[in-house]
């Protein structure tokens, strides 16, 4: 793994989309609803019901881009509530749905537990699977991920970046290319990028760990 390569994709994701520097400046109560709709994510695997949450809180957590109004209900980086190709899976709970590469490394860390991402390579359309968990992924050299250029726009992370971050096989990633990480690499990044949720979600008793979510 390469420090410095970590460090320019974490800046550049940053840049690209500052999720934690806007919650950071949003009133306390928006903070507090973010924290609701993630927690509930989390919990059971599936998008929470709008009606539940507060609804002046919810349109400026959207205006953020901190969660987005998707096709099957309200999606919240790293979750995505809509099909996405890429989803993982904790022992004995059913499959959940992340936004991109990057969320779906991101997702192990939030539940503390042992997970599998199953996706494709986007250029060969490969099957890729790998197995995660709370301490890190199980690295391996057949699996990299493509950060290609955010699209100019306006529009959502969610379809404007997230599309263009995806797992591709070993034989697609050209060696050295900086749109190309190792999974280690953008395992680092994930976790780095997505750690102020696990903070707040620890602290909060809006969220209580230990509940599991099961296919419907």
């Not at 509930?40 to 929470?48: E, I, K, N, Q, V």
């Not at 050299?141 to 970046?161: E, K, M, T, W």
Request: glycine letters at 10%; proline letters at 7%.
């Amino acid at each position: 793994m390469n420090p410095t390569r970590v460090a320019q994709a974490l800046e550049r994701l940053r840049d690209d989309f500052p999720l934690e520097q806007r919650l950071q400046k949003a009133p306390e109560a928006v903070r507090a609803t973010y924290v609701e709709v993630l927690g509930h994510w989390r919990r059971t695997g599936r998008p929470p019901g709008a009606d539940a949450l507060d609804g002046t809180a919810l349109e400026q957590l959207a205006a953020l881009d901190a969660v987005a109004h998707q096709a099957h209900g309200l999606g919240c980086y790293p979750y995505s509530a809509a099909p996405a190709g890429i989803t993982v899976a904790a022992t004995g709970d059913g499959p959940v749905t992340a936004m991109c590469a990057i969320d779906a490394l991101a997702i192990p860390m939030l539940s503390g537990a042992r997970s599998r991402i199953n996706a494709a390579c986007s250029h060969c359309s490969q099957a890729v699977a790998l197995e995660s968990g709370p301490g890190g992924v199980a690295n391996t050299d057949s699996i990299a991920v493509h950060y290609r250029p955010r699209r100019a726009g306006g529009a959502p992370c969610c379809s404007s970046l997230c599309d263009g971050i995806t797992f591709v096989c070993a034989g697609c990633a050209p060696a050295g290319h900086p749109d190309y990480l190792g999974l280690a690499e953008a395992d680092t990044v994930a976790r780095q990028f997505f750690a102020f949720q696990r903070v707040w979600l620890d602290a909060s008793t809006a969220d209580r760990p230990g509940r599991r979510f099961s296919p419907s």
